[in-house]
């Protein structure tokens, strides 16, 4: 069962303040995504990665930061978190480009900026 | 650009009634197109994907969904509503990048009570 592992599942964080969201998959998977889920908007995605040592800005990017120092681990990084980014976040993994890749989802992180 | 809209932001249904759910793509190409849900409080799962091929696809629980290329849609369908279908429902195209997936913006299904 391919599995993707977010971290905190909740986190409060101050306006300006430094936030890191955590994402481990054990899956293998060369690809790995950060979305967010906002009312309204469905999921919008943020960055997204090809493997190790690779990150590409998605749809949304202005804000936040991400890094990829292994196949299994994807951070999103908030250097200075404002109360827009307050939303719930999803990380997921893929395979490459192919007749069954599919996405596997995390189950989230909350995040409320104060 | 690619994009997905999904017309209906909640659908009422009854339980043991039909339900369909509505989505429509902007794709250059041929698209893979697919549906996840969503349950309260957690991450997206597969309902079903569609690869070049048979225009209806079968998918977990029920559901199945038809692809046109005329329409440009690619609506969700099951024929009798259990009350674990309450949940949010996404549909989604694949990108080219990292094969990453852009979302419409979900359909609630909720119940309607006597």
């Known amino acids: 069962e391919a599995a993707v592992t977010q971290s905190p599942r909740n986190k409060v964080a101050v306006t300006g303040g430094k936030v890191t969201l955590s994402c481990n998959q054990t899956n293998n998977h060369n690809n790995m995504y950060w979305y967010r889920q906002d009312t309204g908007h469905g999921l919008r995605l943020i960055h997204y990665?090809?493997?190790?040592?690779?990150?590409e800005k998605g749809d949304i990017p202005d804000g936040y930061k991400a890094s990829r120092p292994s196949q299994e681990n994807f951070s999103l990084i908030l250097e200075l978190a404002t109360p827009s980014q307050t939303s719930v976040y999803f990380c997921a993994s893929g395979g490459d480009w192919g007749r069954q890749n599919t996405l596997y989802f995390g189950a989230g992180t909350r995040l409320s900026v104060l | 650009a690619q994009s997905v809209t999904q017309p209906d932001a909640r659908v009422t249904v009854s339980e043991g009634a039909s339900l369909q759910l509505r989505c429509k793509y902007s794709y250059f190409g041929t698209p893979y197109l697919f549906w996840y849900v969503q349950y309260p409080r957690q991450g997206l799962q597969l309902l079903l994907k569609?690869?070049?091929?048979?225009?209806v696809v079968q998918g977990v629980n029920g559901f199945e969904a038809e692809f046109s290329k005329s329409n440009s849609s690619f609506h969700l369908r099951k024929a009798s509503v259990h009350w674990s279908d309450w949940a949010v429902y996404f549909c989604a195209v694949r990108t080219g990048f990292a094969s990453a997936l852009t979302f419409g913006s979900g359909t609630k299904v909720i119940p309607c009570l006597p």
């Open positions: 569609y690869y070049p091929g048979d225009p």
């Open positions: 990665s090809y493997g190790a040592g690779s990150t």
